[in-house]
């Protein structure tokens, strides 16, 4: 049961995200993209997803955007050190497309997949995936948003802090940024269904795109469990388990 939410905002400016390709100390990777896949000339592809409301979907990530970014942003040295700077966002690419996506240190963009490019310091999704999740409620297109962000956090810190499982943390830290925007940024309404989207979210769309392969990042249990670790407990939790942990 879908929860139209193009409401999960409250009062969100429209500001683009700082464009900075300034990389900052940490060598955590993400979600790097399968290396091999054969080019081809691209003919145009059709759609093969869920109907989903296309201009809604698109407005949802671009706000997504903008709360996480401005969590961060505002928060930023209540937990860390140095200044914040956002990612760059290079957005949505049609995975049916080969070679359309962006490329991370020369490997192409994995279909059905959403990823942090840590070389190049960006943030990139395939649509297709995107509107998959959608189809079953807005709550999907934050989570991914929040947790590649995550990942970009786990960029800027020192190795130290990043935890070896570093797929539930920034699951964790996706809950943290999704839920304090809302209970102390009050940029995002949690509606009534969200929850179950995000549930739903890891639980159905999950097992067969790579951004949920169990492998990579943990089952469904555990990254619901991660993310509501950081939904109740905030930043500071996400890094009481790391190895010698402590925000
Ligand atoms: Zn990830």
Redesign the pocket.
Known sequence: MRTPLAAMLIGATLLTSGACTIKLDGAAG??PAPARRTASPASPAAPRTPAVDEAAMRRDIQIARQVVDGFWRRHWSEYFTGVYRAPLVRGGYDGNVPNSGPTCAGRPAAKNN???CNPQDYIAWDLNLMRAGYAKGDSWVYLIIA??W??AVQNRLKNSLVARQ??LQ??CLAGAALYGAAEKDRTLRIEPGDREELIDGFKVVGDDTP?TNPG??GDAFERIENFSKGRTGGVKSCFAAARGGGA
Do not use: V
């Open positions: 993400d979600d959403a990823f942090y947790h590649e995550g990942h570093k797929e920034a699951d951004w990579d990042h």
